[in-house]
């Protein structure tokens, strides 16, 4: 399932941070920082999938070596508590193809670049091999000033601002959700993201009447893990996997955060077998099943969480599964008796598909083509109502329908006896 995320960090010298290190170990390369004379070589981390750097058009040539783009940034910073970089991390859907990822992510970049002027570096990472094989994620790095024909000049104090840095963020937050759903749309998923606050998408649900997702929505965002507990955490989960046994959390934060994933989880089920409920119980009324018979039909199809297509051929083996055995299930043998719903569902069949629609029933029935041939050969004409009901006596039927047949039999052994009570030849 598609999840939203994207945070902003900032790179600050007061945390003994560097944009050099920042960048190197984020691409997986070596840069060698002149203010700290230091190196900071991660040739060997792995895992990285794609990096490139976008700059202004008017930016200079040295804007795309790496060392030299973040040297420079350090050296425009004085102070000692100056910030000298900052982070946006996006989570990449999944669901996508990685040609996909690498494209919203240049958009992504590229419109940083356009509304604050700014270099940008990026690196799109990999799953971590014994994490969540859908992590795919992007780091993407830029200046805090802007990158001009001379170098850098002033300070994007639109982000820094108290008052307009979330203002702008937010925005940005909305323009990630949207190269995502778009991307999402493209390749045909359903599931779509949001960047807004779980407060604010249950109001939205509410306001359309949604109320299951709204319920949904009514819960706390999720704890963060933290880079060490979310470590131990996926070792826990390799661990449990190697010796075939459930993971168990092994911190207090993952236990939270595996109880709050499992809850989401069970929920998303019931959803989802709502929906599909929902939609077999209108199939089965507009096929002209009672609602009975629809009913117990929608139960048995969210039970097994059979969903199809809604092309003629895949509907027809659709209600032949709900209402009736599978194909492959034919040879069980059941109880003897009539069952109703196979009945109206040759009907159906019949009527939407002429001699095509005979066969298919024929085949439910167990019957081979050889044999429909034989038949209508003979006969030159469409079985009766009255034929077909003698083909599906010894036919398999519901459990509810041998109940009632047995109460029918109770019935009218409790009749006889009252008739017989009621015979005066037998009163003394």
Not at 64 to 75: I, K
């Amino acid at each position: 399932m598609a999840s939203y995320h994207l945070s902003v960090k900032t790179i600050k010298r007061s945390a003994g941070r560097s944009a050099t290190a920042a960048a190197a170990y984020r691409v997986g390369e070596r840069i060698e920082c002149q203010r700290e004379g230091r190196v900071h070589d991660y040739t060997r981390k792995q895992g990285i999938e794609e990096t490139f750097i976008l700059t202004p058009k008017d930016a200079p040539d040295w804007a795309s070596d790496r060392s030299r783009l973040w040297n420079e940034a350090e050296a425009s910073e004085t102070r000692r508590n100056s910030v000298t970089a900052r982070e946006w991390e996006l989570a990449l859907p999944s669901e996508i193809s990685a040609e996909a990822r690498s494209q919203i992510t240049r958009d992504f970049a590229q419109e940083l670049v356009s509304r604050y002027g700014v270099a940008v570096d990026v690196a799109i990472h990999a799953p971590h091999r014994e994490g969540d094989q859908r992590n795919h994620h992007a780091h993407v790095l830029t200046s805090t000033r802007k990158l001009e024909a001379g170098g850098f000049t002033a300070k994007t104090r639109v982000l820094d601002s108290a008052k307009t840095g979330g203002v702008e963020i937010e925005q940005m937050r909305g323009l990630w959700a949207e190269l995502q759903n778009r991307a999402l749309e493209r390749v045909g998923e359903v599931e779509r993201v949001d960047h807004r606050s779980l407060e604010k998408q249950r109001e939205t649900a509410l306001d359309r009447g949604d109320k299951l997702t709204a319920e949904e929505l009514d819960r706390d965002p999720e704890l963060k893990l933290g880079p060490a507990a979310n470590s131990m955490e996926r070792r826990a989960k390799v661990m449990a996997e190697r010796q075939g046994r459930e993971y168990v959390p092994v911190t207090e934060r993952g236990a939270v955060v595996h109880a709050a994933r499992q809850a989401r989880a069970a929920f998303r089920e019931m959803r989802e077998r709502l929906d599909i409920a929902r939609e077999t119980y209108g199939i089965e009324r507009e096929a002209g099943q009672g609602r009975i018979s629809a009913g117990l039909a929608a139960l048995r199809a969210s039970t097994s969480k059979e969903r199809g297509e809604r092309n003629p051929e895949d509907f027809r083996e659709r209600l032949s599964q709900v209402v009736g055995r599978s194909r492959d299930q034919d040879d069980t043998p059941k109880p003897e008796g009539r069952n109703y719903a196979r009945e109206r569902l040759k009907e159906i069949m019949e009527k939407d598909a002429g001699r095509d629609g005979q066969a298919a029933v024929h085949k439910l029935d167990g019957h081979s083509e050889y044999d429909l041939g034989e038949d209508t050969g003979r006969d030159g004409r469409k079985p009766s109502v009255n034929e077909r009901l003698k083909d599906v006596l010894n036919k398999p039927r519901e459990r509810l329908e041998i109940e009632d047949e047995r109460d029918q039999e109770k019935n009218q052994e409790v009749e006889k006896d009252r008739d017989i009570d009621r015979d005066p030849g037998l009163s003394h």
